[in-house]
């Protein structure tokens, strides 16, 4: 890996290997300053088969601090800023970094920033001053899964391994010095070293964002053509709300941009086929999990008109792939099991030799001695053109928002509250974006009756989201939860999923938007004075302060559904809108209602559309102001006249 850093150094020293909000890095200066990390990380006993841990608050230091640890000969950690504390915690604990660097709010208390190079120094362009050089069988980096089973478990990935990796990918996608590749991926998850070491071994640059927020459509799209970015990777719903903003508004792709990578979720032909025939920007279809190195397939042909499924596309250099039914190979055409082979494969979970043998498992059909293959539970067919197709899984993991989950990790958490006796949960059945939850009470006096399903809302909803929250990351966490006094079955005995999602929009009960009533009367969504758990609480603070006047409904009339002084009126549509929940009020709750990132991100460019005043505002508004009301009063009244 680090030899092709070296000669990246050597041939192209004043090329752009960096791009940060606030500077822009040469690989000559990125190598002087991580060759003065990497002494300093090494100082601090950080070498082959150690780990560094990385804890920043923005993805262009954590880039840095990932290329020094390499060339500490040590491998490298990163630390997610949006995992619950208890989860980075146990992180921590179970990495046993050797030194943390970092200065996040989330960083360990010992980690530290090392010191750039001096004015005389820095080393060499080959690492000759450096003090350790490590095996290609050497840790190169530990990121870990979703934890869809239960506890994340951490994958450990050689050197030799990314270094394939990087040059397969560059490869495949035709990397080359003129690219500059835009990271936006969350820094746990594994996309990140896609995103930053096909560039860093072809002499193309990386940029990066000044935090970790995540970037709206419109903001992705600013960023995109402002930094000059010319790849891209996104996840498949991500993809879609770009695509849907830029047919809104009928654009086309920022001139530069060449390449989209989209993966993580099964693919639509339809907007694939839009996409293709409307946008300058190609297309690449991506497949892989973390414990095969990031990604395994590319597909970037044009889909034929009469395609039923996005291939995944065909393995790249080093990757073996093959379907398999009772341990042999299918024919061509038929279903199976996708197994995963070749030297990308990662070493194993670190600390579990148990997880280890289950999953990677000696290769009968290959002749080299040690091989091994991956199972992924994932169920495929290989086509006539020789492409991945994906069919679906074998068990019951689910994908939310391009992470893995397997729901019963969530419903064992529920389940631990005293309250609860019995948990389901499901995908929304609207988007697949976000999680619903069934739940049947431990005491059967507050059961609702058979057949029906009651939300939860207010603090006995609070109880339990705030449980899930402590120990889940949030995209794993439900937002609509129901009671039933049953979990119905089906004629197979398993849990009738489909039955449940009926009860919920059955008679009112869960038509999105609509509350039901209690015995005290019709039910009200939470207002402005309570706070989801998760959230921060706050006195409404200045810029979000809820408007008033004639006109506007009082606080707590959510039931109300009329709402017309502007820009509250317009601010509830938007609500109903994207969370196609008609019977909104103007103090129903965002996250109450399913709404989740993905969903924040189309409310804002609604809002941005709407009213110019709303310009400044990020996702992250709805974390503070997360009702309509609250939300139009966080808009200078004398900016939010509609054109």
Not at 241 to 255: F, I
Not at 269 to 278: E, F, G, I, L, V
Not at 572 to 597: K, M, N, T
Request: charged share 25%; glycine share 10%.
């Amino acid at each position: 890996m680090l030899d092709l850093w070296y000669l990246c150094v050597r041939e192209s020293a004043e090329a752009v290997a960096l791009v940060t909000p606030d500077q822009v890095m040469t690989y000559r200066s990125v190598d002087r300053l991580t060759n003065a990390w990497a002494g300093s990380l090494a100082a601090q006993g950080a070498g082959p088969g150690r780990l560094v841990g990385l804890a920043f608050p923005d993805p262009g230091r954590t880039v840095l601090g990932m290329v020094a640890a390499l060339k500490a000969g040590a491998g490298f950690t990163v630390l997610d800023d949006r995992l619950p504390a208890a989860a980075r915690d146990s992180l921590v604990r179970r990495t046993q970094a050797a030194v943390w660097l970092g200065d996040g709010a989330h960083a360990p208390a010992a980690a530290y920033v090392p010191a750039g190079p001096a004015d005389t120094g820095g080393g060499t362009a080959d690492g000759s001053t450096l003090p350790r050089l490590a095996a290609g069988s050497d840790v190169a980096y530990v990121l870990f899964t979703s934890g869809s089973t239960g506890q994340p478990k951490g994958t450990v990935i050689e050197r030799d391994s990314l270094r394939r990796f990087a040059v397969a990918v560059a490869e495949r996608l035709k990397l080359a010095v003129e690219d500059r590749w835009l990271q936006v991926c969350s820094l746990g998850f594994d996309v990140l070293i896609e995103e930053v070491f096909p560039a860093l071994v072809s002499g193309a640059a990386v940029v990066c964002r000044a935090d970790t927020q995540a970037l709206d459509a419109e903001e992705l799209h600013t960023t995109m053509a402002r930094t000059g970015t010319t790849v891209v990777e996104l996840s498949t719903q991500y993809w879609l709300e770009y695509a849907r903003w830029l047919d809104g508004r009928g654009l086309t792709t920022p001139a530069k941009l060449r390449l989209v990578v989209v993966g993580g979720e099964r693919m639509d032909p339809r907007p694939y086929r839009d996409w293709q025939a409307r946008q300058p920007a190609r297309l690449a279809h991506v497949y892989g999990l973390t414990e095969c190195t990031v990604s395994s397939t590319f597909y970037t042909g044009l889909l034929p008109a009469d395609a039923e499924e996005v291939p995944l596309g065909t393995p790249l250099r080093d990757v073996e792939i093959s379907v398999r039914r009772d341990g042999r190979l299918v024919p061509r055409g038929e279903s199976g099991e996708i197994h995963i082979g070749g030297p990308l494969l990662a070493r194993g979970f670190l600390g579990d030799e148990a997880a280890t043998a289950r999953r990677f498992v000696p290769d009968p059909l290959s002749a080299a001695p040690g091989a091994r293959v991956y199972t992924t539970g994932d169920l495929g067919r290989i086509d006539a053109d020789g492409n991945l197709v994906f069919l679906g899984r074998l068990d019951d993991q689910v994908k939310i928002r391009g992470h893995r989950l397997e729901p019963a990790r969530v419903e064992r958490t529920l389940c631990e509250n005293p309250a609860v006796d019995q948990a389901v949960v499901v995908p929304d059945p609207r988007t697949g974006t976000a999680l619903w939850a069934f739940t049947v009470p431990a005491d059967l006096r507050l059961a609702p009756l058979p057949g029906e399903a009651v939300r939860l809302t207010g603090a006995e909803r609070d109880a339990l989201v705030e449980q899930l929250t402590a120990h889940l990351p949030d995209w794993a966490v439900p937002r609509v939860l129901y009671r039933v006094s049953v979990l119905p079955k089906n004629p197979h005995g398993k849990v009738d999923k489909r039955r449940l999602t009926n009860w919920a929009t059955a008679a009112g009960a869960g038509v999105p938007g609509k509350l039901p009533d209690t015995a005290e009367g019709p039910a009200r969504a939470q207002g402005p004075d309570t706070v989801p758990a998760g959230r921060v609480a706050f006195a409404a603070p200045a810029g979000c302060e809820a408007p008033t006047g004639p006109g506007v409904p009082e606080p707590g009339t959510a039931a109300e559904p009329e709402a017309r002084a502007e820009p509250l009126s317009t601010v509830v549509e938007l609500f109903r809108e994207v969370l196609d929940a008609p019977a909104i009020g103007p103090d129903d709750d965002f996250f109450e209602h399913g709404g989740q990132s993905l969903l924040a991100m189309r409310l804002l460019a609604g809002l941005r559309e709407s009213f110019p005043a709303a310009d400044g505002l990020r996702a992250s508004a709805l974390l503070r102001c997360p009702t309509p009301r609250l939300l139009a009063g966080a808009l200078p009244v004398a900016e939010t006249t509609r054109p």
